[in-house]
């Protein structure tokens, strides 16, 4: 008798699934399920896209910056004629050139591999050197990620204290 009733009322689950199985699917109501209409009470939300100079704006009230492509190209041109400028007075060439790199220090480099990046430029004279050296100022722990610009006019000093911060 046991049996009979665990199976009736498995019997009974399974017509009431699918009854509202097709009561689900065949209900023609005309509410699509993907889009919903507002209904009277509910008004419609418009949101319109701002203008090209309520975005600029909006952006220069938070201390943007906001330029076009034609005046960014400007300011560089005219920022590299000036940095040439500096480098080389009237009448007075240096013969010396300087080496400029731009040191890009990744999560997991180590001493070792910023030496080795700074000798490739000639900016070190042995990569090992300067590990030890950094090891014996005890800041090889101060290397964080980022990008660091040094040159050939830095000394060995400004240099290790640019990149370990």
């Known amino acids: 008798m046991r049996i009979n009733l665990l199976s009736s009322f498995a019997a009974g689950i399974l017509i009431s699934t699918t009854i509202c ?5 065949s209900d023609k109501s005309g509410v699509s399920k993907t889009s919903v209409k507002p209904s009277q009470n509910q008004t419609a939300l418009k949101v319109q896209q ?3 100079n309520e975005m600029k704006n909006q952006l220069v009230t938070k201390g943007y910056v906001v330029q076009t492509k034609a005046e960014y190209d400007k300011n560089m041109k005219d920022a590299k004629t ?4 500096q480098a080389t007075p009237e009448g007075n060439q240096s013969n010396k050139n300087v080496t400029r790199v731009i040191l890009n220090v990744s999560d997991g480099m180590t001493s070792i591999d910023v030496g080795h990046m700074l000798f490739k430029a000639n900016l070190v004279p042995n990569a090992i050197n300067f590990s030890k050296d ?3 100022k005890g800041i090889e722990n101060k290397l964080r990620p980022g990008v660091f610009e040094v040159d ?3 000394s060995y000093d400004q240099v290790v204290s640019t990149i370990f911060k």
């Open 21 to 25: 199985g097709a009561v689900y699917f």
């Open 50 to 52: 701002p203008s090209e």
């Open 82 to 85: 000036t940095v040439q400028k």
């Open 134 to 136: 950094i090891e014996k």
């Open 152 to 154: 050939s006019t830095m």
